[in-house]
């Protein structure tokens, strides 16, 4: 019973103008915006490369020079794009693209993307992310708003129910008609991004991102399945066709386009972030008398000094077997590394907590939710811009490491200037970025998921309620 | 005639529940954009306070500490030294060059939030200190905020489509279309009349939100341009709601259901706000993409390289231009500081044509947009409302060709000195450039916003004439 319903359905939607017409722009839409995140991931990945293999070349060919003024020179880490940031291109826009790794300092990522457009890109871009996110749902609701109350306003649905049809069956079949009907949109669209990884230039792209595109694929299905859910409960309790539109519609505006700006803003009230100059300022003052404004540079080059003429046994620095002042810029980036992890990790967990406002306003906006979910899966959330911005600090730190331990062990052992050349530099090994996996991803984004899942379970308990509880007439 | 209609029209709108709860809904949400705006704008202006607190107070330190060390009070090395040019025009002289929040800020926050507002200006590279990002979470600037300006493009059409969506159809549909037309009146004027009422409403909504947004705001309407600003933010919001109003007035002569109605005016509101844009948007980058950043970055890398690889021939080639700074004080050749200051202009000289193509290509996009944002009433009602709150590009192209041309102003102060090993005095440092901030001039911010204005009314007219021709064929029945 419940298939020949859901043929009827489909058969009926694929026949109707409205959907054919409202299938053939969302596909459009959607093919559009994926074919151009594909171009966009390859253009930037090429660039990258090209990028990656030029600042290694430089740092290795910068020719003989102190190690610390190899250190200032330093090199760039560029930002890697992730295999799947073409279906959701997330805040890669919005951070920048490249940090510079020089010594004394953590440098930010810098030149955003969305700085160079104009100001049209604050509409939104159209990306697949935009397409499955915003535009499926109104399909999802356009189909779906009359499934109940066009038969009751018909009469039809009376003369179902005579027939000994069980409700619950009926908004079952109902359901899967629709999806069906669905399923022409997204199959052919997930099936040409599968495919366009697996013949993509990266080997092996398919079998490494296997994970994350089950993750985002399980993540839309449980956003479509939460519509869905909705509008068919809204389509059964309506007290008629109209008014199910208007509410679906009213519910559709405020998912997609009221509650994300709403999450920015109430975030930054509840869970404020430093000014830029305010944030960069209290790490000049720590840089200077520490953490707790108790200290003064004068007394850690002091401290430093007893401490090393203590370990070596001397009693005056001349005496030092090693370069005193490898030892002492060393001594510097590691007081700066606790103030810059101190401080970024302040800043980091006041965007977290930004999130936890986003989240929960995910039970009222399913959007909030799929919208991280897509995000992360595609690696292109902030998480994983931190991950990655850790990665090139964590490097910055190996290379002054390098250099001032250098400096230290071999400074002394030359009259005048201390230099060294590419036998030096090599050692320092490339920077190489691994992306976390799909089970990391998850990890950080089970309460998305978790709310999800629980949207999609509440909307179809909701849909089988209101389909059995409806009123025939 | 048209009196007792609007009259009647008014009677009936006012019995209406649903809009009583649409006006009550709609000034919350007007509150909270308008509280947003006016905490971002807070925020803005404590960041520059305090930056100028800084300012002033290390000026003053630096005063200081010249004192001391002329008295012999402290000894620092050569490149700390306040008394050194180099060391005042690179770092600790320098000044903020600042962009303060306009008197209708609060109203739409715009790029604000993208562009830097502030940075401090050295004799380094303008690369080097002009991109002081503000802290933001970055799902926020994707999100976009919350102010009124969002209220006003994406919320405010709908209230109107709401209003009007069945204007006529549901009297069609009720039966008393053919009643009231049985009366000695014309359909046009019935519609005229209705058309009236709710346009003397939406202009009435357009009016009072601006109205009420300069309110909550606590913006200053004494400020210098406040007014003429407020006007003009009146005057495209009521253009377009004008638009909206037009539109749904076509829609309802084309003679569909109310339902069809609804479902032709939601398509249309998601044409026009959502998917223009995004399309426009689009267009723009594919066909002038800006170049990568990535590469500029190696672009200066290798100019920087090449500079530094020159430096005796590029200093000579200088010494040749600039006799003047041959000989110095002591007769001794240039040091770091001189070497320092003519490879970076070397270095920047190099990059001066990568920076330009990334002008030209985004002036090309903005073109673009510029032209093609006729086809979007909300692109047009945005530029608008940007460019009145003084958030849009055009202010920051404004405020960046200010920063350059005090950039260039602080560099003649101090690179003369440096070269010619000048030392600084106590009274020197009042002697600085000072940055002063010289608003737009408002003529230009009037010629920008009325191509989008006339471009409204041009849509809008053309829709209600559409609806007035459609009207002679309406079915009144059957």
Redesign the interface.
């Known amino acids: 019973m419940i298939s020949i319903i859901a043929r009827k359905e489909f058969l009926e939607m694929t026949r109707d103008g409205r959907f054919r017409w409202a299938s053939v722009i969302v596909s459009v839409?959607l093919l559009?915006a994926l074919l151009?995140g594909w171009q966009h991931q390859n253009?930037?990945r090429r660039?990258?490369e090209q990028?990656r293999r030029?600042?290694r070349q430089?740092w290795l060919t910068?020719g003989r020079k102190n190690p610390h003024s190899a250190a200032h020179y330093g090199v760039?880490a560029?930002k890697p794009t992730m295999p799947l940031s073409w279906v959701d291109r997330?805040?890669d826009?919005?951070?920048?693209?490249?940090s510079w790794l020089e010594a004394h300092h953590q440098n930010?990522f810098?030149?955003?993307?969305?700085?160079?457009?104009?100001?049209?890109?604050?509409?939104?871009?159209?990306t697949g992310a935009?397409v499955l996110q915003?535009l499926l749902p109104?399909v999802i609701v356009?189909l779906t708003f009359g499934a109940f109350s066009d038969e009751r306003e018909r009469g039809t649905l009376r003369q179902l129910l005579s027939l000994g049809l069980r409700r619950p069956d009926l908004a079952l079949g109902k359901a899967l008609g629709v999806a069906g009907a669905l399923g022409f949109l997204i199959v052919p669209a997930t099936l040409a991004g599968v495919l366009a990884l697996a013949l993509s230039e990266q080997n092996g792209a398919l079998l490494a991102d296997g994970g994350r595109i089950l993750g985002m694929t399980s993540s839309y299905l449980l956003y479509f399945v939460a519509f869905l859910g909705v509008s068919l409960a809204v389509s059964a309790k309506a007290p008629s066709?109209?008014a199910a539109?208007?509410t679906l519609?009213a519910f559709w505006?405020v998912n997609g386009?009221?509650a994300?700006?709403?999450?920015?803003?109430l975030?930054?009230?509840v869970y404020?972030?430093?000014?830029?100059?305010?944030?960069a300022?209290k790490m000049d003052a720590a840089m200077k008398h520490g953490i707790h404004g108790d200290e003064t540079p004068e007394q850690r080059a002091a401290a430093l000094r007893e401490e090393v003429l203590r370990r070596y046994n001397v009693s005056r620095l001349e005496d030092l077997p090693v370069d005193f002042g490898g030892i002492r810029l060393q001594a510097g980036e590691e007081h700066a590394n606790t103030i810059f992890d101190h401080f970024y990790s302040d800043?980091w967990t006041t965007?977290r907590r930004?999130?936890t406002v986003?989240r929960t306003l995910a039970a009222f906006a399913p959007v909030l939710a799929v919208r991280s979910l897509s995000m992360g899966f595609a690696g292109t959330?902030?998480t994983q811009?931190t991950h990655f911005a850790k990665a090139a600090e964590e490097y910055r730190r190996e290379i002054q490491r390098l250099m001032n331990g250098d400096l230290a062990e071999h400074g002394k052992t030359v009259q005048g200037p201390y230099l060294q050349d590419e036998a030096l530099w090599s050692k320092v090994p490339e920077f190489t970025y691994e992306a976390p996996d799909a089970g990391w991803v998850l990890s950080h984004q089970a309460s998305s998921l978790v709310l999800l899942a629980a949207w999609a379970a509440a909307a179809a308990a909701a849909a089988w309620r209101a389909a059995a509880t409806q009123r025939v007439d | 005639m048209l009196a007792p209609i609007l009259r009647n029209e008014w009677r009936l709108l006012r019995a209406d529940r649903t809009l009583h709860l649409v006006a009550a809904l709609l000034a919350i949400l007007v509150a909270y954009g308008v509280y947003n705006g006016s905490a971002w704008v807070r925020f803005q202006s404590n960041a520059l306070d305090s930056a100028a607190g800084e300012e002033a107070g290390r000026l003053a330190a630096m005063k200081t500490a010249i004192a001391d060390v002329e008295a012999g009070r402290s000894n620092p090395p050569a490149f700390a030294d306040p008394r050194s040019p180099s060391a005042a025009g690179r770092s600790l002289g320098t000044r903020w060059a600042s962009m303060p929040p306009t008197p209708l800020a609060a109203l739409a926050i715009g790029q604000s939030d993208l562009y830097p507002y502030y940075f401090r200006v050295s004799t380094q590279s303008r690369l080097s200190f002009a991109q002081n990002d503000e802290i933001e979470h970055p799902v926020h600037l994707l999100s976009g905020r919350f102010d009124l300006a969002f209220v006003v493009l994406f919320l405010y059409p709908l209230v109107i489509l709401g209003l009007s969506y069945n204007m006529i159809s549901a009297e069609k549909e009720s039966g008393t279309l053919a009643v009231t037309l049985s009366q000695p009146i014309a359909l046009r004027t019935l519609a005229f009349g209705k058309i009236l009422t709710r346009f003397l409403l939406v202009a009435l909504l357009g009016v009072a939100l601006p109205a009420a947004g300069v309110l909550l705001s606590g913006a200053d309407l004494s400020a210098e341009g406040a007014g003429m600003r407020l006007l003009l933010w009146i005057a495209v919001v009521v253009a377009y709601g004008a638009f909206w109003f037009a539109v749904a007035a076509l829609v309802n002569a084309a003679g569909a259901s109310s339902p069809a109605n609804a479902i032709a005016l939601a398509g249309l509101w998601l044409l026009f706000v959502v998917l223009t844009p995004a399309i426009v948007n689009g267009g723009a980058k594919l066909l002038h993409p800006v170049p990568s950043r990535v590469e500029m970055i190696q672009a200066m890398r290798d100019a920087g390289r090449q500079a530094a690889a020159q430096r005796s021939e590029l200093l000579a080639a200088y010494l040749e231009d600039h006799p003047e700074f041959t000989v110095s004080r002591d007769g001794a050749m240039a040091d770091f500081a001189t070497i320092g200051i003519v490879t970076a202009q070397a270095t920047e000289r190099a990059m001066q044509p990568v920076l330009e193509r990334f002008e030209k290509q985004l002036d090309a996009q903005q073109a673009l947009v510029d032209r093609y944002r006729f086809l979007s009433p909300a692109i047009l009602a945005q530029a608008a409302l940007n460019d009145i709150a003084g958030t849009g590009v055009h202010r920051y192209r404004h405020f960046q060709q200010l920063a350059d041309a005090f950039h260039e102003r602080w560099r003649q102060y101090f690179i003369p000195r440096v070269m010619k090993r000048e030392v600084l005095a106590p009274p020197d440092v009042d002697q600085f450039p000072a940055w002063t901030f010289e608003e737009e001039s408002l003529a230009a911010v009037l010629s920008r916003t009325a191509a989008s204005l006339a471009g409204l009314i041009v849509l809008s007219v053309l829709c209600f004439a559409g609806a007035a021709v459609a009207l002679n064929r309406y079915r009144v029945a059957g």
């Open positions: 839409l559009a151009l253009d930037v660039q990258h990028a030029h600042t430089d910068q760039y560029f997330g805040v826009p919005w951070v920048g693209v490249a930010d810098q030149y955003r993307q969305a700085q160079d457009s104009t100001a049209v890109q604050r509409f939104g871009e159209l935009t915003l109104l356009l066709s109209r539109l208007l519609l505006i386009l009221v994300p700006r709403a999450a920015a803003d975030a930054r009230l404020p972030a430093p000014s830029a100059f305010e944030f300022n800043l965007f930004q999130e986003h959330d902030f811009h």
